[in-house]
């Protein structure tokens, strides 16, 4: 005799779909989605209305990025990841990770799940794929609404940088689907450490700052030069990497050690939060 | 625990930084006085170091020098670095620098170079290093710049030495100080002002001991001739003379060591064509030499990691091989590197490594020919030199980029410029482009700068190295017409000229460099349009750091493999945990044996709890708050591990997410709902989660116990506390589970409510279904309930059917007019025992006493008796429990 009630199968729990569902009703996912829609909007109207500053903000050779922003709508798009990726995006993936389990747990409808029931490790699974489905769609929101309004504002020219020649277009567009991956990939970090955040603690706000906080951290850290090869070490070390794509021909060695980098530590990260959660009392 | 976490980490990275490092060698400072001069009897007092190998037996020696201005501590890393491998190395001080004594005499072959030999004689007899001979150390000689240059000079003049690597060094010091690019010109070149007189200061300084303001610590002879040459720009034969005796050209052909020459690609002192002057003298003679480039050099520093790694590797190959010859033979390949963009992480650059399978020379192995148009152009030679270009920065060092970048500059009026069309493909350009020019003179002698720049489309030009080609002609006519071509072969470098950029060639009168003439005149120049560049198609060499490609595959790999074993694992277990473990309560919604909960901190939540429930009852879990209700009901939800002792629901053992939850509904301590849903929304997110069949739900029986009307559309945040309970009972019954667990179920309902619940419930208890509900309210239980446990201090201290429970008890409560007499009256009968209770109160155990007769007895002795109350068992229960304790509570 089967233990289950009728209809109930633990692999048919939860179903990502309805998890989906479940994560898109919420007023956080819409706003931080449709941010990302609106930030190379307010970007392109500063460049609109903006007058000629005249500062150098000191990034050396990529400060060119800024100046060369306005020269088509490939550039405008890297240019809106350029300014994103050091802390926007850190913060959107860190919500939609350390989020997911910590607010269900803070709102008491998490033991009502467990109790359904969804095998827990299912649950973390599901919820897992869910958020970083969300955050790669916001990861490409940004970079596919920069790249929209760039290209119709500034039209389709190629990718220009100053540390190598320009790119053409076509193969432009490769290199920005390739710089967004290793963006997503450097973000699994965060979205690791949230996500175990997330299975540790019941405030969702806790889990979504300590995360970001401790990239910072780990920022803060990689500054300080006296650490030497320990910075190697450090999760943030290589989330500038990408950068070596725009190069002619295209450098990888900085993007593969943080790939490497970012999945051990995401599997870390993912790995405890699985043993935690599967093992731990659900006191919320 | 993440600041803990955090807190561990950054405790970890300061540990490892200060972690004292292990040393394979060990070093001893000494000064050893050697006897030197030209007669070989001047004393002179050196300041050197040995590093040996901690273990092992003899060992071969590397003797390595240090770059002008120097000491010993300035190749410590190199020193180091050779000892890990196994070497003695020795470093010394050269004379006139830091704590040696003596003077410079700039690498001459009876002071310096003699130093060296008597350094080989003190090497060969030292225990510990190999000898090939008596007095004939195994050893190499290394060194940069003026350790370069004397690594040349002492393989000339002593056979000892085994094998020498000079890196960025020269070949004719009077060529790098006075150059001339122009071909079958036999002039002097321009006086490379800037290089010379950093030279010259790094020499001056002088502590404590002598104090000669204008010398400094330079030897006589080479103080003058620096002054002399330094005030007319040209050279005197004294001085010719002398420069030729510290250069490596003259005595090149008794060079027999096998010689390594690094040369650095980035070097406005001692240019790429240094090292090929010495490459072709050494090997013309038979010598092995092999050569290798690198992106750096006097202004371009040490280089990318990259180019570091690969001479600091054909160092060591050579040295294996030639010294220690216990290497495989080196190849005889090329190898140099090309600017592939910059780093984005440090800002430094990144180059590519590429190899030859012979060393081409500066003329590359093919070539590309570009032409260039311009008009005779008129050009100022300012006035002493002021304002003058800029190409490059010499003694800045390091600063790669900016070197790179757009440091150079051109003055108007001050350079003519000849542009190509836009190449249509790309030019590897490795050696020395050659073009060829024809200037006009009033004065009949001009002094030029060539450079070629590369434009890319957005009209950015870049100096390759800033490395630009001094002319000085002579006998030149005053009309440009007339004027015959001269070649001018411009320095070599390497550099991808990318399709669509444009060549140009810039001819310029002033350099801040250089020693122009001092008098204003107006040349005229042009340049013929074929301009030769060598060009060479390298093999790329394999990055070292594409292993990493291997390892981020590996770990991929692993990844995916443990992950395949976890999912495996976890799906066996599934399968064990459908098995039915205890047949004999395969009908038995819940059965509850030896339960016990301690958490992490000590606290024992539930001591010890059994009870059962059979299908078609309500039992009631009652207990004062903090009894281990709620404890009890998280283990049978799956949310709680038990410490001890077990929970079956229809014979299957309860564990996280065992499948049989599915047969039972829950509300535990308070509902818990998406407060952005309705109510509505909220039961079909929580049906969607089961994934189970919409049909199974029963929503509207559901709905219609939660009896919320049109709230259901409502947004579950603003729900009152009631109506939220009423939607989570609602929600527990969802699919109608064969056991209902509520915890509470009736906090927050009003009085009608509170009578419907007691309705609903009783009749979910048909059809076989069951229902636990825990309390804290004796009269729910009481009202509600077909079966009670009555909980305390995580313990149970009643249980049965509520009937037997609160059916009567053997005690009655009475309240009497006088108690004392009442108690004597109470002792004649049978009764168990007495208790007084109150001013007026009396609990007294009848012992089956019929209340009638007691009363009766009471008034017959004239005690009134104003109350009697029977007392029930449930009420005597829980009383007990709370006792006398003012708290009223459980709470401990």
């Given amino acids: 005799m089967s233990a289950a009630a009728t209809g109930y199968r633990a692999t048919a729990t939860m179903p990502i779909l309805a998890e989906v569902r479940r994560q898109a009703s919420r007023r956080r996912t819409q706003l931080a989605l449709g941010f990302m829609a609106l930030l190379p909007v307010i970007i392109l109207l500063a460049f609109e209305f903006g007058g000629d500053g005249d500062d150098d903000n000191g990034g050396g050779a990529f400060a060119s990025l800024v100046d060369l922003a306005t020269s088509g709508g490939l550039n405008f798009a890297l240019f809106s990841i350029f300014v994103s990726a050091g802390f926007l995006l850190v913060v959107v993936v860190a919500l939609f990770c350390g989020d997911t389990v910590a607010s269900e747990a803070s709102w008491g409808s998490l033991r009502y799940l467990l109790a359904v029931p969804v095998p827990r490790a299912r649950l973390l699974g599901v919820k897992l794929i869910v958020a970083l489905g969300y955050s790669l769609l916001a990861l490409l929101t940004l970079a596919g609404t920069a790249l929209l309004i760039g290209t119709l504002r500034y039209g389709w020219h190629p990718l220009g940088s100053t540390v190598a020649a320009e790119i053409p277009a076509g193969e432009g567009v490769l290199r920005l689907l390739a710089i967004l991956g290793y963006l997503a990939v450097v973000l699994l970090v965060v979205a690791g450490l949230a996500f175990l955040l997330s299975v540790l603690t019941d405030a969702a706000l806790g889990a979504v700052g300590g995360a970001v906080l401790l990239w910072i951290l780990s920022g803060i850290l990689d500054q300080i030069t006296a650490l030497g090869s320990i910075r190697n070490f450090l999760p943030t070390h290589y989330s500038d990497a990408w950068l070596g794509l725009l190069s002619t021909p295209v450098q990888t060695d900085d993007v593969v050690k943080g790939a490497i980098s970012a999945v051990c530590y995401a599997t870390v990260f993912w790995a405890l939060a699985f043993y935690r959660f599967t093992r731990k009392d659900i006191t919320s | ?892």
């Fill in chain 2, 1 to 892: 625990m993440a600041g803990s976490v955090a807190l561990v980490l950054v405790a970890a990275l300061v540990g490892w930084a200060a972690l004292p490092e292990r040393r394979s060698w060990t070093a001893t400072d000494q000064r050893l006085t050697v006897l030197s001069g030209p007669s070989g009897t001047e004393p002179v007092a050196l300041d050197t170091r040995l590093y040996l190998p901690s273990d092992g037996g003899k060992v071969p020696a590397v003797l390595l020098g240090h770059g002008f201005g120097g000491t010993k501590n300035s190749v410590r890393d190199d020193a180091e670095s050779l000892a890990d491998r196994g070497y003695a190395v020795l470093t010394w001080t050269a004379r006139g620098f830091g704590a040696s004594g003596g003077e410079i005499h700039l690498n001459s072959p009876d002071y310096e170079v003699r130093d060296a030999q008597r350094l080989l004689d003190w090497l060969a007899a030292q225990p510990r290093v190999r000898t090939d001979a008596a007095g004939d150390p195994r050893v190499g000689v290394v060194g940069g710049s003026y350790g370069g240059a004397l690594a040349l000079l002492l393989a000339a003049q002593d056979p000892r030495v085994d094998a020498i690597v000079p890196l960025i060094t020269w070949n004719d010091l009077g060529r790098a100080f006075f150059p001339q690019s122009a071909a079958e010109v036999t002039t002097p070149g321009v006086f490379k002002k800037n290089w010379a007189g950093l030279f010259f200061g790094s020499g001056a300084e002088s502590p404590g001991g002598r104090t000669d303001p204008a010398c400094g610590r330079f030897a006589a002879d080479v103080c003058a001739a620096y002054l002399k040459m330094a005030t007319t720009g040209t050279p005197d034969a004294a001085t010719t003379a002398l420069l030729q005796r510290s250069s490596p050209a003259p005595v090149l052909n008794r060079i027999k060591a096998p010689t390594l020459l690094i040369q650095g690609a980035v070097d406005t002192l001692f240019p790429l064509s240094e090292a090929d002057a010495n490459a072709k003298g050494i090997a013309a003679t038979g010598t092995p030499v092999r050569v290798a480039w690198f992106t750096g050099g006097h202004d371009g520093g040490s280089g990318p990691q990259t180019d570091q790694d690969r001479t600091k590797f054909l160092t060591a190959q050579w040295l294996d091989h030639y010294v220690s010859r216990d290497g495989a033979a080196p190849e005889n390949s090329f190898t140099y590197s090309r600017v592939a963009g910059f780093s984005a992480l440090d800002r430094g650059l990144v180059t590519n490594g590429y190899s030859d399978p012979a060393y081409p020379g500066l003329t590359g192995t093919g070539r590309a020919d570009v032409t260039v148009r311009g008009a005779a152009q008129p050009i100022a030679n300012p006035p002493n030199g002021n304002p003058g270009g800029l190409s490059s920065l010499p003694g800045v060092g390091g600063q790669l980029s900016s070197l790179l970048g757009s440091v150079a500059g051109d003055l108007p009026g001050q350079h003519a410029q000849f542009d190509s069309a836009p190449v249509a493909d790309a030019i590897e350009v490795v050696g020395a482009p050659t073009v060829r020019l024809r200037a006009a003179s009033p004065t009949g002698s001009a002094t030029l700068f060539v450079k070629l720049y590369d434009v890319d489309p957005n009209g950015t030009a870049t100096l390759s190295g800033g490395l630009i080609a001094p002319v000085r002609l002579t006998g030149l006519p005053t009309d440009v017409a007339a004027a015959r071509p001269v070649t001018v072969t411009l320095p070599a470098i390497v550099r991808r000229i990318d399709a669509g950029h444009l060549v140009r060639v810039t001819v310029a009168t002033s350099d801040q460099a250089f020693l122009t003439p001092p008098d204003p005149v107006t040349y005229t120049v042009a340049v013929e349009p074929a301009v030769t560049l060598p060009t060479a198609v390298g093999t790329p060499i394999a990055n070292p750091q594409v292993v990493w490609r291997y390892v981020l595959l590996a770990v991929l790999g692993l990844i995916v493999a443990g992950l395949v074993v976890v999912l495996i694992v976890r799906r066996r277990r599934l399968r064990r945990q459908d098995a039915p473990t205890v047949d004999e309560y395969a009908e038995t919604p819940l059965v509850v044996r030896g339960l016990r909960k301690a958490y992490g901190d000590g606290f024992v939540a539930v001591e010890r709890v059994d009870f059962t429930v059979e299908r078609g009852q309500v039992v009631g879990l009652l207990g004062p708050n903090g009894a281990g209700k709620t404890t009890t009901l998280r283990v049978l939800m799956g949310l709680t591990m038990p410490t001890e002792g077990d929970a079956l629901v229809f014979g299957h053992r309860l564990e996280p997410g065992s499948p049989v939850l599915s047969r039972v509904g829950a509300l535990v301590e308070g509902p818990g709902f998406l407060p952005h849903l309705t109510g509505l929304q909220n039961l079909h997110a929580y049906w969607q989660a089961t994934g189970r069949p919409a049909a199974d739900a029963r929503f509207d029986e559901a709905l219609e116990i939660a009896g919320l009307g049109d709230s259901v559309h409502r947004r579950t945040k603003n729900y009152s506390h009631g109506m939220r309970q009423r939607l989570a009972i609602a929600q527990a019954m969802l699919g109608l589970p064969e056991l209902l667990v509520l915890d509470e179920p009736t906090d927050g309902l009003d009085p009608p409510q509170i009578a419907e619940m007691r309705r609903v419930l009783k009749r979910y208890a048909t059809d076989g279904r069951a229902v636990l509900v825990s309390s804290h309210l004796l009269a729910e239980v009481e009202q509600t309930c077909t079966h009670a446990v009555v909980v305390n201090k995580g313990r149970i201290v009643a249980a049965g059917p509520v009937e037997d429970i609160v059916g009567e008890s053997p005690s009655v409560q009475l309240d009497v007019s006088d108690v004392a007499a009442a108690e004597q009256v109470l002792a004649g009968l049978n009764v168990r025992s007495v208790t007084p209770e109150g001013a007026t109160g009396l609990i007294v155990d009848m012992n089956g006493t019929p209340r009638t007769e007691v009363v009766a007895s009471l008034v017959r002795a004239g005690v009134g008796v104003d109350r009697v109350v029977p007392r029930r068992r449930l009420e005597d229960a829980f009383l007990a429990l709370v006792g006398d304790n003012s708290r009223g509570s459980g709470d401990r």
